[in-house]
T-cell receptor, first 110, second 113 residues
Framework: GQNIDQPTEMTATEGAIVQINCTYQTSGFNGLFWYQQHAGEAPTFLSYNVLDGLEEKGRFSSFLSRSKGYSYLLLKELQMKDSASYLCAVRDQAGTALIFGKGTTLSVSS | KAGVTQTPRYLIKTRGQQVTLSCSPISGHRSVSWYQQTPGQGLQFLFEYFSETQRNKGNFPGRFSGRQFSNSRSEMNVSTLELGDSALYLC????????????FGEGSWLTVV
C-alpha cells in the first residue's frame, strides 16, 4: 500500500524555525517533493529530493533519508506569509504520479 | 516563460451533466498529470499523459477520462456528474519522469449542484 504521514497542524511564532516531518511507505520511490499551498490557491513547488541528504534553498531546506522513509521541511526566519498548508508527495517508481500526504497546516503568529 | 494554464477557473454544473477541463502545460513540458483535491481526501492522482499516451491512471471510476493533444495540451472530462465530484481539479506539468520540478496550474473549481 501507499501511505504518507504528516502532522495535521503546527503552530509557530514569527522569526522562529519550524520542522515539518513526513514519513512514507510506498511501493516505489522516484523522488520526494514539498509544496506550499495557501488557502484557495494552487500548490507551489518548494523542493525536490531524490538522494539522501539536505537540500537548501533560501529560508527553506529539505532533508531525505530513503532507508528510513523519512523527510522533513525546515523553514527558518518564519514570516506571517508562511502560514499555509505544506504538502509532502512521493513520486511513484514509474515517475508518472505523485502520492500526497494530507498536508500540514502551519499557523504563524506574531 | 508562461506557467501552467487551466481553464475554466470556476464552473457550476448540475448533477448528471458532463464537464470538460483544459490544461496547457509549460512550454517544452510533455508530461501532464491531473489531480483532484477535496477537503476530505486531499490531493488524489487521476491520470498522466506523455506524448499523447496515457501512462498511468488513478483509482477513479470510468466517468473520469482525459486526453492529450500533439501540442501537449490536455483535457479531462467527467461525465454524469455527481455531487461528490465537487472539487478543485489541478493540472501538473513536467518535462518527464525524472524531472526535478513539477508545477501546478491554478486549478479549476468545480461545483456540482
Amino acid at each position: 500500500g501507499q501511505n504518507i504521514d504528516q502532522p495535521t497542524e503546527m503552530t509557530a511564532t514569527e522569526g522562529a524555525i519550524v520542522q515539518i516531518n513526513c514519513t512514507y511507505q510506498t511501493s516505489g520511490f522516484n523522488g520526494l517533493f514539498w509544496y506550499q499551498q495557501h488557502a484557495g490557491e494552487a500548490p507551489t513547488f518548494l523542493s525536490y529530493n531524490v538522494l539522501d541528504g539536505l537540500e537548501e534553498k533560501g529560508r527553506f531546506s529539505s532533508f531525505l533519508s530513503r532507508s528510513k522513509g523519512y523527510s522533513y521541511l525546515l523553514l527558518k526566519e518564519l514570516q506571517m506569509k508562511d502560514s499555509a498548508s505544506y504538502l509532502c508527495a512521493v513520486r511513484d517508481q514509474a515517475g508518472t504520479a505523485l502520492i500526497f500526504g494530507k498536508g500540514t497546516t502551519l499557523s504563524v503568529s506574531s | 516563460k508562461a506557467g501552467v494554464t487551466q481553464t475554466p477557473r470556476y464552473l457550476i454544473k448540475t448533477r448528471g451533466q458532463q464537464v470538460t477541463l483544459s490544461c496547457s502545460p509549460i512550454s517544452g513540458h510533455r508530461s501532464v498529470s491531473w489531480y483532484q483535491q477535496t477537503p476530505g481526501q486531499g490531493l488524489q492522482f487521476l491520470f498522466e499523459y506523455f506524448s499523447e499516451t496515457q501512462r498511468n491512471k488513478g483509482n477513479f471510476p470510468g466517468r473520469f477520462s482525459g486526453r492529450q493533444f500533439s501540442n501537449s495540451r490536455s483535457e479531462m472530462n467527467v461525465s454524469t456528474l455527481e455531487l461528490g465530484d465537487s472539487a478543485l481539479y489541478l493540472c501538473a506539468s513536467s518535462e518527464g519522469t525524472a524531472g526535478n520540478t513539477i508545477y501546478f496550474g491554478e486549478g479549476s473549481w468545480l461545483t456540482v449542484v
